[in-house]
């Protein structure tokens, strides 16, 4: 079965750093681009970024141009986020996505709290 399992999420200080990962497992992981999307409260769930299945190409919403990198290993079928220069407005629930076929993958979210 298809299954995303995001870690790592957890309390930074503004200006830190903090890297969330997704297990992915149960489809040929390095056929697939896969997605970062993020949540706040009260807010839609929006596009973070975005990498190609071998992970030449990647892009970002404006927002995190600069301060987050996706990287891939699809050897241990897994995508990761690096977040630096965190702000308050990057608190949000971090989820994996992938879309195999007609359907959409998301997996349980990682929380991520930016905080003085």
């Known amino acids: 079965q298809v299954q995303l399992v995001e870690s790592g999420g957890g309390l930074v200080q503004p200006g830190g750093s903090l890297t969330v990962s997704c297990a992915a497992s149960g489809f040929t992981f390095s056929s697939y681009a896969m997605s970062w999307y993020r949540q706040a409260p009260g807010q839609e769930r929006e596009l973070v970024a975005w990498?190609?299945?071998?992970?030449?190409?990647?892009n970002y919403v404006d927002s995190v141009k600069g301060r987050f990198t996706i990287s891939r290993d699809n050897a241990k079928k897994a995508v990761y986020l690096q977040m630096n220069n965190l702000k308050s407005e990057d608190t949000a629930v971090y989820y994996c996505?992938?879309?195999?076929?007609?359907?959409?993958?998301w997996g349980q979210g990682t929380q991520v709290t930016v905080s003085s």
């Open positions: 996505y992938c879309r195999l076929g007609f359907i959409d993958y």
């Open positions: 990498i190609t299945a071998t992970g030449r190409s990647t």
